[in-house]
Structures are given as structure tokens and as C-alpha cells.
């Protein structure tokens, strides 16, 4: 292995202990090119995010302003050695853009939280926690070079959510980063900042709540499209073991998915206990690089997820629930076949900016039922009744469910659903809707909200074999 992207969140930056264990990890990996991609200390970017939203309350904006500057300068205390280089470099940088900080909170108040703004705001956080970690590694010998990641991630423009622009990035990263990969004589870390990028006119741009995965795999995938080296792999430093087959609050004795497939995992991503941000596999399936999810607290362990192309194919790998979702159906009064039916219900949740998760229609197209998030569900009945055209032509109903997702390849063969279903039926779980695409591995099934738990442990129980061990 020659190309390590490492991703440390805001769990594994706590206080000197896991200064000391980043420190760790660095030498456990000595003989590797690292890029370490740094998220913001834990809970800043909420705090960061609250305080642009209520500038108006200023002793609150004060307060909250205080409280991040007092956490940066907490860890600095306890990881320098007073008024050294490193502690003054530090401190200095947390004066630094505190004033920033400051100036951007009266921009806002003055001309109101632009999109703009609020990505602008949200990156001080890993720009804070990343300089922070790269001083540590100064002032511990380690040859470390700060690189805002903005200066590399080129995004297009939609803040809060921005898609990398991967041939603009890769030049940047051809020309920035592969000099000091490259250079034989050097062994230096990069460390950079996670979950922010910049657009094409210069304005900083976030990924995504959760980003910082994403920073990795982008970067994964641009050095090996740039590099010459093409052993390159990404690793995420967590504080579990890795993905989970079952949220323990379902099933509190469930086991740790140790190999899975790229497909796999963007629908345990998707659905599951937000350990991985859903977006990042995107970056990495096409090459084909591995990803590691590993605990931070045990950086030798053999137990970790690995997602790479290879999968224990005859397994279910896991189920997962979305809690909170509303099942909405409309249906056709008078039974005429309205072309244009699912387009319709797709312009009207997309204008009012509502994801839909799951469809489906009989193929008599009498009825169609997606699933929204039970939050997004007032706005999208609302809408729904807004329209002529549903108005006229449907009724429209809807019910308060959850959603199990069994995600695996197992779940391609019939008698595996036949299993499921007779399970369910023990425990007179009543499935309201299903859908599975052409060839996939995610079977959803919509459920009585009140029947969730008992239905994923009836699951569990009864396929328990099939489950990796
Ligand atoms: N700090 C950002 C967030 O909390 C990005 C990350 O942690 O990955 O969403
Ligand atoms: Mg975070």
C-alpha cells in the first residue's frame, strides 16, 4: 500500500489522548504517503451553524462565539508545551479567524445568511481544527504541512451540498499534491481540511453534512487518476469497529459487516446509522479503491468494515429502518390510465425540494405510493392537494410507517424473500408496500411504525444464518 487517505472526525480530535493516538496512527503507517483529512472539532460546525442562524440575539452570538474559542484554545493548552512555536503559531491562528469569523457574522447581519454565507461560516471549523492538528505534528517531528482544501476540491456551486468538478480537482491535485507525494527525498503528511471545497469563482463550498468522508474518497479519486502510484486506499477513523449489520438499539447482540461491495454499502449508507456519508462511495467505485472503516480507539484491531470490490456474496449484509416516513398514495377515482402520472409526483416533491424514497405502482397504474420523510410529509400532501391535476383526477392518502431496508446479495434469491415474508407473518407484521429493483440488493419493505422492532428482530432471529459471523 503507498497512498493513504486517513479521515479523522471530530471524535478522534477530544484532548490530548487522541491527539496522542493520531500521533500513533501516523507511525504505524510510517513507510505510506498519508493524507490525513481533518473534520472540525465535535460539535463545532452545529454551534457555528446556530450562531450564523441567530446573529440577532447577541448576547447568545457572543456566548456561542466564546464557546468556540474557548474550545480550540482548551485542546492547544493541553496538546503544546506553553508559549512554544507551535502553541503561539496555534493561538495566533485561532485569533486569526476568530476576527474572521467576526467580520463574516457582520456581513451576515447585514446583508442576511446567503447560501453563500453559510458555507463561508461552516468551513472555520475544520479550517480551525486542521491547523491545530498539523502544529501537533510539528511539534512532534513529523514533517506536516497545513493545505486548506480549498485550494484542491473545486466544486460546482451548490452550496451546502456541493458535487466535486473532478477534472478541475484533479489538476489541482496533479499540481499541488502529487510534488510532495512524489518527491522521494521528502516523507511529509498533508493534512487537510475535510467537508469543504471552493467553486470556480473562488467561494468556499461544503459537501455535506458529514463531508469529510466525502474530502477522502474526492481525493482518493483524484490521486489516482493523477498519480502514478495506483495502490492507493482510504481509511476512516471512527469511534465503532466499523458498519454494524443491525443498529444495536434494534438488536443489541448484532455483528460488524467485515467485507462488502461497493453497491452494499452505498444502501447501508444510505439507510443506516450515518457512519458513512452516502455520497462518498461515489467517488471511489469506479477505481475501485478500498475504503477502511476502523476504530480509532484500536488501530491494530483486525476488526473493521472493508468496502472494496470483493463481498461475501451468499450473505445478507444488513437491515436498516428509516423510523420516521410517510407512506403517501394516490390513486386514480376513475380508473382511466392519465399518462404522465409518476412525472407529476416527482416536478411536484422536486419543486418543493422533497426526496422521495421509494415507489411503488401497480402496474395496472391504478395506485402509486412513494415514501417521504415523515418531516417533508405536511408539505408534500399540501402540494399534492395544490395541484390541479391531482386534484381533479385522484385521491390522495397517506399513512405514518417505517421502512426496513435488507440489504445483501442473498436477498437476489426468492427463497430468501420467502423467508422473509413468513417471518414477518409470525408476528403479524403487516407489509403495506414493497419495492426492490431490476437485479438489487435492497429489498424495502413499508411497515406499521409500531411493528419496526419487532419485525427486524424477527428477521434477525429467523435468517440468522444468513447474516455474516
Ligand atoms: N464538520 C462537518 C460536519 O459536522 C463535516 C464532518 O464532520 O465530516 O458535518
Ligand atoms: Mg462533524
Known amino acids: 500500500m503507498a497512498i493513504i487517505v486517513m479521515k479523522f472526525g471530530g471524535s478522534c480530535l ?40 441567530g446573529l440577532e440575539d447577541i448576547k447568545e452570538t457572543d456566548k456561542n462565539i466564546s464557546l468556540i474559542e474557548k474550545r480550540h484554545l482548551d485542546i492547544i493548552e493541553h496538546i503544546f508545551e506553553e508559549d512554544s512555536e507551535h502553541y503561539i503559531k496555534a493561538r495566533d491562528w485561532v485569533d486569526e479567524k476568530l476576527s474572521e469569523l467576526d467580520d463574516a457574522f457582520a456581513d451576515i447581519k447585514e446583508f442576511g445568511l446567503e447560501p453563500y454565507y453559510r458555507d463561508y461560516v461552516l468551513s472555520f471549523g475544520e479550517i480551525l481544527s486542521t491547523y491545530i492538528l498539523n502544529q501537533y505534528l510539528l511539534s512532534c517531528s513529523v514533517d506536516s504541512v497545513y493545505i486548506p482544501a480549498n485550494k484542491i476540491i473545486i466544486t ?22 502529487i510534488p510532495l507525494i512524489e518527491n522521494p527525498k521528502k516523507d511529509v503528511v498533508m493534512c487537510l481540511t475535510g467537508f469543504l471545497g471552493r467553486n470556480k469563482i473562488g467561494y468556499i463550498t461544503t459537501l455535506g453534512r458529514g463531508g469529510s468522508d466525502y474530502t477522502s474518497t474526492i481525493l482518493a479519486h483524484s490521486l489516482y487518476s493523477t498519480s502514478s502510484d495506483k ?73 473493521f468494515t472493508q468496502i472494496s470490490d470483493r463481498s461475501d456474496k451468499e450473505q445478507i449484509k444488513g437491515i436498516s429502518a428509516i423510523e420516521y416516513a410517510t407512506i403517501i398514495t394516490v390513486i386514480s377515482g376513475s380508473l382511466v390510465d392519465v399518462p404522465g402520472v409518476l412525472a407529476k409526483i416527482f416536478k ?92 438489487e440488493l435492497n429489498l424495502s419493505l413499508v411497515i406499521d411504525r409500531k411493528k419496526l422492532i419487532d419485525a427486524i428482530n424477527i428477521i434477525h432471529d429467523d435468517l440468522y444464518e444468513d447474516f455474516e459471523s
Not at 25 to 53: E, H, M, P, R, W
Not at 156 to 177: C, G, I, M, Q, W
Request: proline share 3%; net charge positive; aromatic share 8%.
Open 348 to 439: 411536484t416533491m422536486s419543486k418543493n425540494k422533497i426526496s422521495v424514497s421509494l415507489v411503488a405502482q401497480s402496474s395496472s397504474e391504478i395506485g402509486t405510493s412513494f415514501i417521504v420523510n415523515s418531516e417533508d410529509s405536511e408539505a408534500a400532501i399540501k402540494a399534492l392537494n395544490k395541484s390541479k391535476f391531482f386534484v381533479e383526477f385522484f385521491e390522495v392518502k397517506w399513512e405514518d410507517v417505517a421502512v426496513i431496508n435488507i440489504t445483501g446479495l442473498k436477498i437476489l434469491e426468492t427463497k430468501t424473500k420467502a423467508e422473509i415474508f413468513s417471518a414477518l407473518d409470525k408476528k403479524n407484521v403487516k407489509v403495506k408496500a414493497i419495492s426492490q429493483g431490476f437485479d
Open 156 to 177: 460546482n456551486d451548490e452550496f451546502n451540498n456541493a458535487y466535486p468538478l473532478y477534472d478541475l480537482t484533479n489538476s489541482r491535485v496533479k499540481n499541488l499534491l
Open 14 to 53: 477530544l484532548d490530548k489522548n487522541a491527539f496522542e493516538k493520531i500521533l500513533k496512527i501516523t507511525n504505524i503507517y510510517k513507510d505510506i504517503k498519508k493524507i490525513f483529512v481533518v473534520s472540525a472539532l465535535k460539535g463545532i460546525t452545529d454551534l457555528l451553524s446556530k450562531t450564523a442562524q
Open 231 to 303: 495502490d492507493i486506499k482510504v481509511i476512516l477513523w471512527k469511534d465503532v469497529d466499523g458498519l454494524l449489520a443491525i443498529n444495536p438499539k434494534y438488536v443489541p447482540e448484532s455483528s460488524l459487516i467485515k467485507n462488502l461491495d461497493y453497491n452494499e454499502a452505498k444502501h447501508i449508507a444510505n439507510f443506516g446509522a450515518k457512519i458513512l456519508h452516502p455520497k462518498c462511495l461515489e467517488a471511489i467505485e469506479k477505481y475501485k479503491i478500498p475504503l477502511e472503516i476502523r476504530n480509532f480507539d484500536k488501530p491494530l484491531d483486525d476488526n
